[in-house]
């Protein structure tokens, strides 16, 4: 379906910021406040008067500043579980998001916090079996040690999407030399 296809959403500047739903896409459009860059090829909506061409990129017409609003995104969690490349950090089994928890590192009753740092993907088995411990009382090492949720892990969340979508690479900088010349 159309409407559940998701489109690159660009800064003024072509930083890749995320990625929106079809409809957000053409309202930004339609009110000017962005502008479509690639087409997704010949889909279109229709409406009783109107046919818009769906857009696979959009780029703002004004650049906004974003780096403070990604650290409060009600992503977080899809972003560390893809992050832990959807396995589980103690065990190593995979599975979808749906099948992993997040797990505290160092639990929140002795003054964890929530964020990326002292999060990871955990299998429901593991996180259970981990319990209020640390991984190191548990016996449980990391098989990886988390990272921050900046950059990086945005751009992993754009790689996904971008494996069935040929046209963002070039605005995520994935494209070989070759492809874009």
Request: glycine share 4%; net charge positive.
């Amino acid at each position: 379906m159309v409407l559940s296809r998701r489109v690159l959403l660009l800064n003024a500047s072509y930083e890749a910021l995320g990625t929106v739903d079809v409809a957000r896409a053409v309202c930004l459009v339609w009110k000017r406040t962005a502008q479509m860059v690639e087409k997704d090829g010949a889909r279109v909506l229709r409406s009783q008067h109107y046919v818009f061409e769906v857009p696979s990129v959009v780029r703002l017409v004004e650049y906004v500043d974003i780096r403070r609003r990604r650290n409060e995104s009600g992503k977080q969690r899809l972003r560390i579980i893809m992050r832990d490349k959807m396995k589980c950090q103690y065990c190593g089994v995979r599975g979808t998001q749906f099948d992993l928890t997040l797990d505290h590192i160092m639990p929140r009753s002795r003054g964890g916090r929530s964020d990326a740092e002292n999060l990871c993907a955990a299998c429901k088995q593991c996180n259970q079996r981990k319990g209020d411990r640390t991984p190191d009382e548990a016996r449980m090492p990391l098989l990886a040690s988390p990272s921050a949720l900046r950059y990086g892990l945005d751009k992993a969340m754009l790689r996904h999407y971008a494996e069935s979508r040929p046209e963002w690479l070039p605005y995520l900088f994935l494209a070989d030399k070759t492809e874009v010349a």
